[in-house]
């Protein structure tokens, strides 16, 4: 299963991204689909995690300002950003875990990308 995440871009601080995860392949079922960020010489950390019924689970430093939502049919799942703040630029990458069509499991990252936010 392949992740393609993409969105990512130069923004005046207090301005708005969204960023969009798409996952191809042979998919049975998407458990979860989750956005990390990570900074040079940081650890990759959680900023939001959506589940197949739902729920979600969001970073403390973006809640209130971050929206992740998911489209099952499309297996694309998507980051909204508002309030964006200097200390948000990171480069920003998706994962996803499931079942593929062959009944194995899979945990997939896509690759990064870029998330400025300008002072």
């Known amino acids: 299963v392949q992740l393609q995440a993409s969105g990512g871009g130069l923004v005046q601080t207090g301005g708005s991204l969204r960023l969009s995860c798409v996952a191809s392949g042979s998919i049975f079922s998407i458990d979860f689909m989750a956005w990390y960020r990570q900074a040079p010489g940081n650890p990759r950390d959680l900023v939001a995690k959506?589940?197949?019924?739902?729920?979600?689970n969001y970073a403390a430093s973006v809640k209130g300002r971050f929206t992740v939502s998911r489209d099952n049919a499309k297996n694309t799942a998507y980051l909204q950003m508002n309030s964006l703040k200097p200390e948000d630029t990171e480069v920003y990458s998706c994962n996803a875990a499931g079942i593929t069509g062959r009944g194995t499991l899979f945990d997939s990252w896509g690759q990064g990308t870029q998330v400025t936010v300008s002072s």
């Open positions: 959506i589940f197949n019924n739902g729920s979600t």
